[in-house]
């Protein structure tokens, strides 16, 4: 039994069907290493969304513009979004090698909220109830949620180069996808896929030797820059 789960584990870890190859030196792991699908629950059924879209209905009712205004923000997928809990030195113009190396790190996890967007195509909140007002345009899938899977990732990396800041940095990732909730983009239960489908990925990302690599490089350049020893 041990055998077959290891070769089926093997045969998805090393093919995906109709994957598109990518460039070693954009990513630190492959789509075509790993099919994200296979470890992950379908995404939920029509029925079980239209349940679930009156949370998003009821939490975008008592949004309030401040609020509003951060998942407008967090739109953009970057790993300086985690500024305001990091520090104010924490920029792009202080920190080029992390920009880079983080930039990666978003590559590497994008390719892959495709594999489930793409194979269960479930649409948006606001496509099963018309009160649900979308913060950007509708153009693609919703399960899993790229941003909440962006979020993880990234908290799960920065987390690693600065531990004294673990609890902060994963309160503000969790905060980052709920904010897809809000803007009415995502079903909760599409933030918690991104979730565990960035956790599956970050595992397989830190055998990697290049990534592990830019990692002391960017930890170094962070904890510098930040002043911590």
């Known amino acids: 039994m041990r055998q077959r789960v290891a070769i089926?584990?093997?045969?998805?870890?090393?093919?995906?069907?109709?994957?598109?190859?990518q460039k070693a030196d954009e990513v630190y792991l492959a789509t075509?290493?790993?099919?994200?699908?296979?470890?992950?629950?379908?995404?939920?059924?029509a029925e079980a969304s239209r349940k679930e879209v009156a949370i998003v209905a009821a939490l975008q009712e008592k949004r309030t513009a401040e609020q509003l205004a951060l998942c407008m923000a967090d739109i953009k997928q970057?790993?300086?979004?985690?500024?305001?809990?990091?520090?104010?030195?924490f920029t792009t113009e202080k920190l080029p090698k992390a920009t880079a190396f983080f930039h990666r790190v978003y590559r590497t996890?994008?390719?892959f909220n495709k594999q489930g967007k793409n194979k269960w195509e479930r649409p948006r909140p606001p496509?099963?109830?018309?009160?649900?007002?979308?913060?950007?345009?509708?153009?693609?899938?919703?399960?899993?949620?790229?941003?909440?899977?962006?979020a993880f990732i990234t908290a799960i990396v920065l987390a690693d180069?600065?531990?004294?800041?673990?609890?902060?940095?994963?309160?503000?990732?969790?905060?980052?996808?709920?904010?897809?909730?809000?803007?009415?983009?995502?079903f909760p239960s599409d933030v918690e896929a991104g979730r565990?489908?960035?956790a599956m990925v970050?595992?397989?990302?830190?055998?990697?030797?290049?990534?592990?690599?830019?990692?002391?490089?960017?930890?170094?350049?962070?904890?510098?820059?930040l002043g911590l020893k």
């Open 109 to 111: 996890e994008s390719g």
């Open 202 to 225: 970050a595992v397989l990302m830190y055998r990697n030797p290049a990534f592990r690599k830019d990692l002391e490089e960017a930890r170094a350049e962070v904890r510098t820059v």
């Open 8 to 21: 089926a584990f093997t045969v998805v870890l090393l093919s995906v069907c109709g994957a598109q190859a």
């Open 161 to 186: 180069i600065i531990p004294e800041k673990r609890a902060e940095i994963f309160d503000r990732a969790i905060e980052f996808g709920n904010n897809r909730v809000l803007g009415g983009m995502h």
């Open 78 to 89: 970057s790993v300086f979004r985690f500024a305001n809990v990091v520090g104010e030195n």
């Open 32 to 45: 075509q290493e790993l099919d994200t699908t296979f470890f992950m629950a379908p995404a939920p059924a």
């Open 127 to 150: 496509l099963f109830d018309e009160r649900v007002k979308p913060i950007e345009k509708l153009d693609n899938a919703a399960y899993p949620s790229g941003h909440s899977a962006f």
């Open 196 to 198: 565990q489908m960035a």
